[in-house]
């Protein structure tokens, strides 16, 4: 069993930036994700890690503005987000998997996720 809390969310104006940030309370966690979900719409990939730290993966729409990183030692997961805009508003969720051979942009390929934490960017 892994439970993961998530923090650092807030409101933000465009072109600011928020850092996310995800502590895991169980072990052997193969992959980390980020997703989001807006009002509406459906939850969608952001970024994910392997727990070596030598893969990352991104989604186009914030490939140059986000960077995934994690602290093993800590447990955490962290999103550093950059020139954030106001499509970037949504709840951003944490995800871990504890298996390997993954698809990191599927939802379901995610086993434990935190609670969420709002993101707001302002115009």
């Known amino acids: 069993q892994v439970q993961l809390v998530e923090s650092g969310g807030g409101l933000v104006q465009a072109g600011g930036s928020l850092r996310l940030s995800c502590a895991a309370s169980g072990r052997a966690i193969s992959y980390w994700g980020w997703f989001r979900q807006a009002p509406g719409k459906a939850r969608e990939f952001v970024a994910a890690i392997k727990w070596s730290g030598d893969s990352t993966y991104y989604a186009d729409s914030v490939k140059g503005r986000f960077t995934i990183s994690r602290d093993n030692a800590k447990n955490t997961m962290y999103l550093q987000m950059n020139s954030l805009n106001p499509e970037d508003t949504a709840v951003y969720y944490c995800?871990?998997?504890?298996?390997?051979?993954?698809?990191?942009?599927?939802?379901?390929?995610?086993?434990?996720w935190g609670q969420g934490t709002q993101v707001t960017v302002s115009s």
């Open positions: 995800a871990v998997s504890q298996r390997y051979n993954i698809v990191v942009v599927t939802p379901t390929s995610y086993t434990y």
